[in-house]
């Protein structure tokens, strides 16, 4: 080997240096004397988990500034009525919780048009007339999607449950009142009429008791003269 490769050789050994575990445990040896090898301190913060997307360090604080808006945002928003500024956000929650939970059916579509009611009920029994015209919107346009579930619905257990549930609310003096109301009426009709075309079908499959078939006639009638809600409770007390 020429003398210049071995001069280029030592040169790059001399650049190697040993690790500071290595020279700890060589002074240990030499000295006599008993070193601790101890890594930096690493003072860790919160920022460290949050990705922050590129952004530096300092929009971290914002980022975590708007989360907490944000959620306060939602959370007040919980307690909004309809024609409230919030409660988009509240609707917005609500469908987010239905399509997480996978749920686009009669019965998830039928809990929306509940607390659309419960709402209206808020509403006028606090006295809230401000609140009241948007509150009735939102019942039609819940009722209107629900009376278009049910006409598609062949589950007959579903449909029944949904008629016991809307007999109770029914029995609501102030919900009763509103259901009845010129505003609601033919949008409440239009959900008694689907209830009533679907029950009527199924018990019609059944076989009934001499008692049990006067009742049918009689809802029938009822439902020709379009006093769906009572033609319903009819229907209702044979299946009981």
Do not use: C, H
């Amino acid at each position: 080997m020429a003398d210049k490769q071995i001069a280029e050789k030592i040169k790059l050994l001399s650049k190697i240096e040993p690790r500071r575990e290595w020279v700890v445990l060589t002074k240990n040896e030499i000295l006599g004397k008993k070193y601790e090898f101890t890594a930096p301190a690493k003072n860790w913060n919160i920022l460290d988990y949050i990705p922050v997307m590129g952004l530096k360090r300092q929009f971290a604080y914002a980022f975590l500034t708007m989360a907490f808006i944000v959620v306060g945002v939602f959370g007040f928003a919980q307690r909004t009525l309809p024609g409230d500024m919030l409660f988009s956000f509240r609707r917005i929650t609500e469908q987010s919780q239905a399509a997480l939970s996978g749920q686009d059916n009669l019965k998830a579509g039928f809990e929306t048009a509940t607390r659309r009611l419960q709402d209206l009920a808020q509403a006028v029994k606090s006295n809230r007339t401000g609140n009241i015209p948007s509150a009735i919107s939102e019942v039609k346009l819940s009722i209107e999607e629900v009376t278009k579930k049910i006409a598609n619905t062949t589950d007959s257990e579903e449909i029944k449950n949904i008629a016991e549930q809307v007999k109770q609310i029914g029995q609501d003096e102030v919900l009763a009142n509103k259901l009845g109301s010129e505003e609601l009426k033919e949008t409440s009709d239009a959900l008694y009429k689907a209830l009533d075309e679907q029950m009527i079908k199924e018990i019609e499959k059944t076989t009934l008791t001499e008692e049990d078939q006067k009742i049918l006639e009689e809802s029938k009638v009822l439902f020709t003269e379009e006093n769906y809600s009572q033609s319903l409770e009819k229907i209702l007390s044979i299946s009981e």
